[in-house]
């Protein structure tokens, strides 16, 4: 079933190669207080800790450094609500050109700055009643910038695989690998590593109530659309899935869990108190899927926390502090 799917185990691999000495290779982390508490033994793979705060790094150096010289010349350019805005800033830095980047006006604060501290041109429009696709491929169309997605691509979602390829290689092999879930890209990249690892592995996937387009497309067996979620978890605010990702998860995904805004709050509340690490609305899905109940582990089990990236103050709003 692999071999006919748009990005393998091979791919995975190669981005690994690729971006070894440029991204963070991140630490698992382990709790004896979490695993009493899910009844499991559970395996975080830390890409808050993650370069630029988030996986995202993997995918867009993977991808803008495979760009010809000349067009990596005239620069590149990204649509992105902060996590793959900042990683293709930082990419393109990285690799000595320009980056232009997309982002909702409602962004919040501390993903604009990082972006733009990185040297990206920041240009906005509203999520609610913009088409973002459209608006980032005329913008790289009209100044001739290779446009970098967060998830359609490739060579995204190879490099966000390699977050998972680290975390099999470290643990061995794991009973079942929970993942959040946006437009589709980490989970895609995530579950072609563990599935070809471990064809046994079950890979599931965690997206907030309010933004279950991947649950109802998976269930429908076709792309289905939402409206816009509005939910704390911004980085997951899709309204659709990717052609190309749902066209992976299809077959490799095999659930989806779904966690209230409330859950997530607590998740991120437990790993600030217990774990000591600081997550985003975006990554504490799958930590409150198992916190929650919301999945049954099995007995082993690995969690993608995809990033951290989120301002003191909107913390501690968010978590009551």
Known sequence: MTATLPVTLEDVRSAAARIEGVAHRTPVLRSRTLDAL?????????ENLQRIGAFKFRGAYNAASRLAPEQLAKGV???SSGNHAQAVALAARELGTTAVI???EDTP???MDATAGYGAEIVTYDRYTGDRVAI?????ADRGLALIPPYEHPHVIAGQGTAALELLDEVGDLDALVVPV???GLIAGSATAAKGLTPAIRVIGVEPEAGDDTKRSLEAGRRVSIPVPRTIADGQAADIPGELTFSINRHLVDGIALVTDDEIREAMRFAFERLKIVIEPSGAGPLAALLSGRITPPPRVGVIISGGNIGARRFAELCGI
């Open 102 to 104: 997309l982002m909702p």
């Open 182 to 184: 946006g437009g589709g």
């Open 38 to 46: 899910v009844g499991a033994e559970v395996f975080l793979k830390c």
């Open 77 to 79: 350019a990204a649509y």
């Open 136 to 140: 980032g491929e005329a913008l790289a």
């Open 109 to 111: 604060t501390s993903k």
